[in-house]
């Protein structure tokens, strides 16, 4: 079972449409991470959200982390070739040693 | 400030053999993680290292171990290899002083034969 569900799996949109990708649990976590990953890459941390409700902007990155602090949302605006990349969501549950709890990841592709 | 480094970049072994790989933390960490990517999947944790000893471990067999060095820096050793081990391993730091926030290296490609 997966712990943090993420949606969709995979995402081709032409530039300049909006997207979301959605991080879903049923478990609370204290903060939660969005990264991008290129291939063969390591993944970039974007953001970190902590607190329920927050929302943080990333030139046309939006990140919003539920109330509840068990989902979270990425929506890009006006996607550009250079978003191409696999997006990935990262709980840390309360009172672990801060391990990251992965969701499978978006592969987003973006055509000009 | 210098990023996280790892090495190998890619290596191939064959079943049965063993393994070390090695990560460089980011300057100021004091924590590293490694964790197991494989294909077309989310990072898997593996176990985390502070001040020298292991401090937390995830859902992986006693094969795979590990050690943090004065310096922070880390070595993942995985013993008796499976072609199931083929992955690409990613070492993180991040200071337990300073959040959750991990810096991840670019991985070693590791492919099992």
Redo the contacts between chains.
């Keep these: 079972t997966q712990l943090?569900e993420?949606s969709p799996q995979f995402l081709s949109i032409q530039e300049g449409e909006n997207l979301t990708v959605y991080c879903n649990s049923s478990s609370v976590f204290?903060?939660l991470?969005w990264?991008r990953q290129e291939p063969?890459?390591?993944?970039?941390?974007l953001v970190?959200v902590?607190t329920g409700g927050e929302v943080k902007k990333l030139k046309r990155l939006t990140f919003q982390f539920g109330d509840a602090r068990k989902d979270s949302s990425l929506h890009i605006t006006a996607a550009q070739p250079g978003d191409t990349g696999l997006y990935?969501c990262?709980g840390?549950l309360g009172g672990?040693?801060?391990?990251?709890?992965?969701?499978?990841?978006t592969k987003l592709s973006v055509k000009p | 400030e210098t990023g996280v480094t790892q090495s190998p970049t890619h290596l191939i072994k064959t079943r049965g053999q063993q393994v070390t790989l090695r990560c460089s933390s980011q300057s100021g960490h004091n924590t590293v993680s490694w964790y197991q990517q494989a294909l077309g999947q989310g990072p898997q944790f593996i176990f985390q290292y502070y001040r020298e000893e292991e401090n937390g471990r995830g859902n992986f067999p006693p094969r795979f171990s590990g050690l943090q060095f004065p310096n922070y820096s880390s070595e993942l050793n995985v013993n008796a290899l499976e072609l199931d081990d083929s992955a690409l391993y990613l070492c993180a730091s991040s200071s337990l002083f300073r959040g959750s926030e991990q810096f991840f290296g670019p991985g070693t490609r590791l492919t099992v034969l």
């Design positions: 943090l993420q204290s903060s991470q990264y063969g890459e390591g993944p970039v941390l970190t902590v990935l990262a840390v672990s040693q801060g391990n990251l709890i992965f969701g499978k990841g």
